[in-house]
């Protein structure tokens, strides 16, 4: 079974603060890709990053950065001095292959940061 | 234009009635997915393809059949609509690389409202 966890419905913080998002996923599969979404106001879903089981080192890209653990099957991802434009829904998401080697990709429920200014 | 898109983009219909969202991208992308986005429930995959005649279950999949005849295209149809689907609907695709997916590229929603 796969299944991303995001424990955090909301969160509120003022403008510049750092925050973090949670992400923990469950998967039987050895190689597996994991995802970021953002979801402005505006409602469409815009790509972060990519990130596949065999690499384990952070990424940084400007504000954002990701920090993988398989130890604790976490995939979190921390905004720097947050903005208001960092205001919206942010999904994981887990890919995987079904029993036919097919890939399904499943998202979690999101999480809202509100960035007050 | 190129990328993926998705009609109509708002829909209202009643309870029994049949419904089609239509999904169509101009990448030749291999994998298409649909999702349903609710509040509280995030982004649920409905069904997904890894190519043309190769379409499988998500975690939500009842009342809700798919076909994908060309590489091109992803029709949803609701084949008699509930007020539980009434919801916002995302297709999205992404290219085939060796035994794994891309990023996912998504239109921008359709909107059903189930009355």
């Known amino acids: 079974a796969q299944k991303v966890t995001q424990a955090q419905t909301e969160i509120s913080v003022v403008e510049k603060e750092d925050v973090t998002l949670d992400c923990v996923y469950e998967t039987r599969d050895t190689t597996y890709y994991l995802f970021w979404y953002k979801q402005p106001p505006s409602g469409e879903l815009v790509f972060l990053i990519r990130r596949n089981s065999f690499d384990e080192q952070n990424e940084i890209s400007g504000r954002y950065s990701w920090n993988f653990q398989k130890s604790t099957s976490s995939f979190n991802f921390t905004i720097t001095a947050s903005q208001v434009v960092d205001s919206a829904v942010y999904f994981c998401a887990l890919s995987e292959a079904n029993s036919g080697g097919y890939q399904k990709v499943t998202f979690g429920t999101g999480t809202k940061l509100q960035v007050i200014p | 234009d190129a990328g993926i898109t998705q009609s109509p983009r708002y829909k209202i219909t009643e309870t029994g009635r049949q419904v089609t969202l239509m999904c169509h991208q101009t990448?030749?992308?291999?994998?298409m997915f649909w999702y349903r986005q609710d509040l509280g429930h995030g982004l649920r995959l409905i069904y997904y393809?890894?190519?043309?005649?190769?379409?499988d279950k998500g975690e939500v999949p009842d009342g809700y059949v798919v076909s994908r005849s060309k590489t091109e295209n992803f029709p949803l149809t609701l084949e008699s609509a509930t007020r539980s689907q009434t919801s916002v609907y995302f297709c999205?695709?992404?290219?085939?690389?060796?035994?794994?997916?891309?990023?996912?590229?998504f239109g921008e929603g359709s909107r059903l409202t189930v009355l």
């Open positions: 999205a695709s992404s290219e085939r690389r060796g035994s794994d997916t891309g990023e996912l590229f």
């Open positions: 990448w030749s992308h291999s994998y």
């Open positions: 393809s890894a190519a043309a005649d190769i379409t």
